[in-house]
């Protein structure tokens, strides 16, 4: 799924983060998190952003958290991420089933699961 991820996003993974880059050398690098693909009811979705200033370029993201078994979205937020540290939002799903967590950043956009059970 990995190399997948890495084909259609453009995205390198690294460490338990993705960096979602845009094409040349000036391009931003927004580095997003990943926690794994399979979690107990009760428990959260860690999403998060930082951005890696030394890269230069655009630091804006969009991201949310689609439920397939709700058929919405129960998570969407926007912003610009910061160099300082990361920033985290903590999403519980309802119910038991998958989830798709999307990034969205200077054109790129990645798509991970993650299975409740």
């Known amino acids: 799924m990995r ?9 390198i993974i690294l460490a338990g983060a993705i960096v979602l880059t845009s094409a040349g050398a000036a391009g ?10 399979t979690i107990e009811l009760g428990q959260s979705l860690q999403l998060g952003v930082w951005y890696q200033s030394f ?9 949310g958290v689609w439920s ?3 058929h919405k979205w129960i998570f969407q937020h926007y912003g610009t991420a910061t160099s300082r540290d990361w920033q985290f ?4 799903p309802a119910k038991r089933g998958e989830y798709h ?3 969205v950043t ?7 699961y993650t299975k409740v059970k």
């Open 55 to 63: 890269s230069g370029g655009p630091s804006n993201y969009w991201e």
């Open 106 to 112: 200077n054109g790129h956009r990645v798509t991970l």
């Open 89 to 92: 939002w903590y999403v519980k």
């Open 101 to 103: 967590t999307v990034y």
């Open 28 to 37: 931003a690098d927004v580095l997003v998190n990943y926690d794994g693909g």
């Open 68 to 70: 397939v078994p709700q």
């Open 3 to 11: 190399k997948r991820v890495a084909k259609i996003a453009g995205a």
